[in-house]
């Protein structure tokens, strides 16, 4: 016998409790990159919010789970603002040139007030292993390996040189940017980001072959 439709009661019910749970996780994040993810506890959340205790334990269970939310929240804004844009360029240097300008905009307009959530998330934890560490450490190693994907793309577009190791540009371009979160954590100025543009179109042109198309000026 076929099951009666769900009453409205009872989806408007499931998609205030999900608009509950959005708001939550995006307030978690931004406190996360600012102060650190251990600052993100049910109980903090419940003063920040004005949401019970309780309330906020139907959501998550624990503080692990919360966290762990947490990380992945910040992994669907990093693919949406970074990612993204990024692969909407087409494959070659082009893709690489957006991908990193992708980041440093993701960094000047502050989606994240502490700069990049997994560069702050990963200091944090390095040495506490666990599920949470490891979580940050898949995102982050997905962005690498995202880099390292364009480059090789890149080659096979004929952009950059067949020698050139993939994973040696990716590895480079995101200390590069590392840099430039480093600088905007500590003065939120353009300096650093602009300094770490130019070391990246720099980059980018020692590797390119003749046929590669001019990168944008910006």
């Known amino acids: 016998m076929a099951k009666a439709p ?8 499931l998609q205030r409790g999900e608009r509950t749970r959005q708001a939550i996780l995006s307030h978690a994040s931004r406190l996360a990159s600012a102060e650190g993810l251990e600052a993100v506890s049910l109980q903090r959340l419940a003063s920040d919010l004005g949401i019970s205790k309780s309330g906020l334990f139907a959501h998550f269970g624990s503080k692990e789970e919360l966290q762990l939310a947490t990380v992945e929240e ?18 070659g240097l082009g893709r690489i040139w957006a991908m990193c300008n992708s980041y440093l905009s993701y960094l000047r307009r502050a989606v994240f007030p502490g700069g ?8 944090e934890f390095d040495s506490k292993p666990g599920r949470v560490r490891d979580a940050v450490v ?41 840099g430039a979160n480093a600088s905007f954590v500590q003065d939120g100025g353009n300096v650093g ?3 770490a543009r130019r070391a990246i179109r ?12 001019r990168l944008p000026t910006r």
């Open 6 to 13: 769900a009453a409205p009661t009872t989806d408007r019910r």
């Open 74 to 91: 910040a992994g669907r804004v990093f693919t949406e603002e970074v990612l993204r844009p990024g692969l909407k360029a087409a494959a």
């Open 116 to 123: 990049c959530f997994f560069e702050a998330a990963l200091a």
């Open 138 to 178: 898949e995102r982050r190693g997905y962005w690498v390996a995202s880099l390292a994907r364009a480059v090789r793309e890149a080659k096979t577009a004929g952009d950059i040189q067949s020698e050139v190791d993939s994973d040696q540009v990716a590895w480079e371009l995101s200390c590069l940017l590392v």
């Open 193 to 195: 980001m602009e300094r």
């Open 202 to 213: 720099e980059r980018l042109e020692r590797i390119a072959t003749r046929s590669a198309a």
